[in-house]
């Protein structure tokens, strides 16, 4: 996942949470954290959505927990929805 990719992380059935995340690949502004995110492959600076944070949230995300990439279309749709659960986009 590179700057620019869109995925989903799907926690509504895995944590009783009522909503998947839906985020962003970004890069950081700031280069002391682009020198940490050069020595840390596992993580990805983000910008992250859901319908309990709909203006979103910056913070590092572990490319393991992201379950899907999306296209910007499934991602602009999902925004344009309000950030509903993965599966009213997907099918």
Same mark, same amino acid.
């Given at each position: 996942?590179?700057?620019?990719?869109?995925?989903?992380?799907?926690?509504?059935?895995?944590?009783?949470? %009522?909503?998947?995340?839906?985020?962003?690949?970004?890069?950081?502004? &700031?280069?002391?954290?682009?020198?940490?995110? +050069?020595? @840390?492959?596992?993580?990805?600076?983000?910008?992250? &959505?859901? %319908?309990?944070?709909?203006?979103?949230? /910056?913070?590092?995300? /572990?490319? +393991?927990?992201?379950?899907?990439?999306?296209?910007?279309?499934?991602?602009?749709? +999902? @925004? +344009?929805?309000?950030?509903? %659960?993965?599966?009213?986009?997907?099918?």
């Amino acid at each position: 996942m590179s700057p620019g990719d869109h995925f989903v992380q799907l926690v509504g059935d895995k944590m009783n949470i %009522p909503c998947d995340i839906y985020g962003e690949v970004i890069e950081s502004e &700031y280069e002391e954290d682009r020198l940490m995110l +050069a020595t @840390r492959p596992e993580l990805r600076l983000c910008k992250c &959505y859901s %319908p309990l944070c709909v203006e979103g949230e /910056y913070g590092n995300i /572990y490319v +393991a927990t992201m379950t899907k990439q999306l296209t910007c279309f499934q991602f602009e749709t +999902a @925004r +344009a929805r309000g950030w509903p %659960p993965w599966e009213t986009i997907s099918s």
